[in-house]
């Protein structure tokens, strides 16, 4: 990959734009007249490379037909979580692509994914003349979803409204896609309990929890 220096700030990139639909992405920008091509290159925001580790497969060469066709570049989300897109200005220079070194970040926008959908539900088999019941918690995944990313909270006398509203107890094991019922769970007659995703953990804005 050929990288050379930016000599003028007329070869930039810049008011780059980003509009979303239905995890369809629309980006425009600003593409200056000296700049013939640019590489568009996209990351997971916490899996960027620097300029000198980006592989050639990893760049998409993008036209200025196309650009004009399409009014911008268009494409369908598919990983979730926050995407880092960079648009590098590419030049023409007897027959070789020269890529120019824009790392002032006008070129670049950053986009937020969808949120991967963690389906439960909760079910209580009470126990005849007993003070205690069982729970059985059902969970639905999109994906593989780790242990560490959900904890349950037991509360006695009525339904915990938040992580922080009684006992936080975590899960021993990881859930694979699709569905999983865990174990029964015994507890008092007069205690409920509800899933939430893990405060502490980085990873829980990219998920949604939805009670079925």
Do not use: C
């Not at 909270?153 to 694979?176: A, E, Q």
């Amino acid at each position: 990959m050929n990288w050379e220096s930016m000599s003028s700030p007329h070869d930039e990139i810049r008011d780059v734009q980003m509009t979303s639909f239905d995890s369809v992405v629309h980006i425009s920008w600003y593409w200056p007249g000296s700049i013939d091509f640019v590489y568009i290159y996209t990351s997971a925001v916490d899996k960027v490379k620097p300029i000198d580790q980006i592989q050639p497969a990893e760049l998409k060469l993008y036209t200025r037909e196309e650009y004009k066709a399409a009014q911008g570049f268009i494409f369908k989300l598919e990983a979730i979580g926050q995407i880092a897109l960079h648009i590098f200005p590419v030049k023409n220079v007897a027959g070789k692509l020269m890529v120019l070194r824009q790392e002032n970040n006008e070129n670049s926008v950053l986009i937020n994914g969808p949120k991967a959908k963690i389906y439960f539900s909760i079910t209580y088999k009470p126990k005849l003349f007993h003070a205690r019941k069982k729970a059985t918690i059902s969970l639905r995944t999109e994906m593989p979803v780790d242990k560490e990313l959900l904890v349950y909270v037991k509360k006695s006398g009525s339904m915990p409204l938040s992580i922080d509203d009684g006992t936080v107890y975590p899960f021993i094991r990881s859930f694979p896609a699709g569905k999983t019922v865990t174990p029964e769970i015994e507890i008092d007659k007069h205690e409920f309990i509800r899933i939430f995703l893990n405060k502490g953990n980085q990873t829980a804005q990219d998920y949604e929890l939805i009670p079925e």
